[in-house]
């Protein structure tokens, strides 16, 4: 086997593990929060807040 091969098959690796770790991130977070709270509008409005300016 060649370094190219070898480097290959790490990639594949890793890219195998890097699924894993969103699977497992998405079912910790899926069952942490509640669907209406990831869906809603909050952060937004915290960044509208943020922007305003008062003197």
Same mark, same amino acid.
């Given at each position: 086997?060649?370094?190219?091969?070898?480097?290959?098959?790490?990639?594949?690796?890793? #890219?195998?593990?890097?699924? +894993?770790?969103?699977?497992?991130?998405?079912?910790? @977070?899926?069952?942490?929060?509640?669907?209406?709270?990831?869906?809603? #509008?909050?952060?937004?409005? +915290?960044?509208?807040?943020?922007?305003?300016?008062? @003197?």
């Amino acid at each position: 086997m060649d370094t190219w091969n070898i480097l290959e098959y790490a990639a594949w690796a890793l #890219s195998a593990l890097f699924a +894993i770790l969103m699977l497992t991130d998405m079912a910790r @977070i899926d069952t942490t929060y509640d669907n209406d709270l990831l869906t809603s #509008s909050r952060e937004g409005e +915290i960044e509208a807040e943020a922007e305003r300016h008062v @003197i």
